[in-house]
């Protein structure tokens, strides 16, 4: 099991993620798409993948509880077409299920 409790561990984690991520045809137009939005970025980012808020549980399967959530800047201009930073907060704990692996 990855666990995110030791922060300095996160952005490997994450790394992780996104070179899974890159590797399925949709993964990789998503990520091509935010590279070409750079020039959007407002904050210093168009996207920040943050750690979610956890919370020690030991009756959950990691042990953590935490959600994965993505907070857009401007909701307005993103569903209409616009541009929007977005703040991801993500939980990097993972369980295995019958269908595969899911966040905790």
């Not at 993505?70 to 930073?85: F, L, P, Q, W």
């Amino acid at each position: 099991m990855q666990s995110q409790t030791d922060s300095v561990m996160f952005p490997t984690l994450v790394k992780d993620a996104l070179r899974k991520i890159s590797h399925t045809p949709a993964g990789k137009n998503l990520l091509t798409g935010i590279t070409q939005l750079a020039g959007h970025k407002k904050f210093g980012y168009t996207v920040c993948i943050m750690r979610a808020d956890m919370t020690y549980d030991p009756g959950c399967a990691t042990g953590w509880r935490g959600t994965n959530v993505a907070i857009r800047g401007d909701e307005n201009a993103a569903t209409h077409g616009g541009h929007s930073v977005t703040a991801i907060k993500y939980n990097a704990n993972m369980i295995q299920c019958p269908d595969g692996a899911r966040p905790s």
